[in-house]
């Protein structure tokens, strides 16, 4: 095998297990924080106050509706996200963010960016820009790779 690619894959699992198994948010696991920040990005970004279908998310996860399911119930029990019936079909259920309980997920959230903005600072802003760039086109050829 190519010592590069031996090099890439060490690295992958190393950023992996580190941000699997370090607890960067007090209050949630990291699939609750993945799931809050699709939530968040899709009502502050995209104005989408309606939210997403449980297909939707799993979707954009890869993660198992019986997983989606298990996560949005425990974010549904903290009280950060709702689930709403859609009107045009029954059996669609959007879940979205609680509104009145998003400065809990915004404190999360902040302590995540003061972690990357020291990362930012410790490279530099070009390296991070380049890290940013590579980390969206990895992102592109995995989907791709899991679409075939």
């Given at each position: 095998m190519d010592t590069v690619s031996e090099d890439f894959l060490d690295s992958?699992?190393?950023?992996?297990?580190?941000?699997?198994?370090?607890?960067?948010m007090v209050n949630l696991s990291f699939n609750e924080g993945v799931?809050?920040?699709?939530l968040y990005k899709e009502?502050?970004?995209r104005n989408n106050k309606r939210g997403l279908s449980v297909k939707e998310i799993c979707n954009r996860t890869s993660l198992l509706k019986s997983q989606i399911n298990?996560?949005?119930?425990?974010?549904?029990?903290?009280?950060l996200v709702k689930r709403t019936k859609s009107k045009e079909d029954k059996r669609v259920i959007y879940i979205s963010l609680?509104?009145?309980?998003?400065?809990?997920?915004?404190?999360?959230?902040?302590?995540?960016?003061k972690l990357i903005d020291k990362l930012v600072y410790s490279l530099?802003?070009?390296?991070?820009?380049?890290?940013?760039?590579?980390?969206?086109?990895?992102?592109?050829?995995?989907?791709?790779?899991h679409r075939r």
């Open positions: 992958w699992i190393n950023l992996s297990t580190i941000l699997r198994n370090k607890r960067y799931l809050c920040h699709i009502l502050t970004d298990k996560i949005i119930n425990g974010l549904v029990d903290k009280g609680n509104e009145d309980k998003i400065d809990i997920y915004k404190e999360e959230y902040n302590m995540v960016l530099g802003k070009d390296k991070a820009r380049n890290a940013t760039d590579i980390f969206n086109e990895i992102s592109g050829y995995v989907s791709l790779l």
